[in-house]
């Protein structure tokens, strides 16, 4: 299974962070590419990316805070996308790895791309 991991830091709290990942509707104002969400239920979303208004997709959100953790199961494309946070003097550690199954294997690179200016962006937001 195609897979990749980074890792950021935030000169914010934890909960300023995590604040910001509960959230799917805080999503559009730092994920890359993700232009707007409705949530559903607790747990359950629906996102559109940019530039795809009639391309609705489905998610799953898990969240364990307990261990700062959320992860995010896309049910179209089967992308697993697991954000971890960890308290740091003076900020936020956040690590995320991504998992993609064989058949979204082209995207890697653009999927890298994407979380990797996602997660500054997170980090300067939860920071700001």
Do not use: N
Request: charged fraction near 25%; aromatic fraction near 8%.
């Amino acid at each position: 299974m195609p897979a990749f991991a980074l890792t950021g830091h935030a000169d914010a709290a934890v909960e300023e962070v995590w604040k910001l990942l509960f959230d799917p509707t805080r999503f559009p104002e730092w994920w890359v590419g993700v232009e707007t969400v409705r949530t559903d239920s607790p747990g359950s979303y629906v996102l559109w990316p940019t530039g795809y208004p009639d391309f609705p997709m489905p998610q799953l959100l898990r969240t364990d805070r307990e261990a700062g953790r959320v992860t995010i199961s896309c049910l179209v494309s089967d992308i697993d996308v697991c954000w971890q946070l960890a308290e740091r003097t003076g900020g936020t550690d956040i690590d995320v790895r991504v998992e993609l199954p064989e058949s979204e294997s082209h995207r890697l690179d653009a999927q890298r791309d994407a979380i990797g200016r996602s997660l500054r962006q997170l980090a300067d937001l939860a920071a700001g």
